[in-house]
């Protein structure tokens, strides 16, 4: 079965960067859609970034705008998170997940990695 892995987590004072890295376990169907999400201790998961692998529209969350960036290989179904600026406020397990088509909303995720800020 195929999922995705990500990796890039970890420990990081405010103010510092991490860059998260994603990718496929196995061969998925054709994906058109990658993107990164957040789930905080006690809050609902929340979106953080995504693109568009047909023509590389990207799209953010209000609350990372300016300080990541979402960048990836679309040969390979590779996705990268770029964190700068990092606040004590963007710790939260991060994953990566995927829209597989004809799906219309993602449908493969992986497993998280864990990113902790501190102040």
């Known amino acids: 079965q195929v999922q995705l892995v990500e990796s890039g987590g970890g420990w990081v004072q405010a103010g510092g960067s991490l860059r998260l890295s994603c990718a496929p376990s196995g061969r998925p169907r054709y994906i058109s859609h990658m993107g990164w999400f957040r789930q905080a201790p006690g809050k609902e998961r929340e979106f953080v970034a995504s693109i568009n692998w047909t023509g590389g529209r990207t799209a953010y969350a209000d609350s990372v705008k300016g300080r990541f960036t979402i960048s990836g290989d679309n040969a390979a179904n590779t996705l990268y998170l770029q964190m700068n600026s990092l606040k004590p406020e963007d710790t939260a397990v991060y994953y990566c997940?995927?829209?597989?088509?004809?799906?219309?909303?993602?449908?493969?995720w992986g497993q998280g990695t864990q990113v902790t800020v501190s102040s």
């Open positions: 997940a995927a829209r597989q088509v004809p799906s219309s909303s993602y449908d493969l």
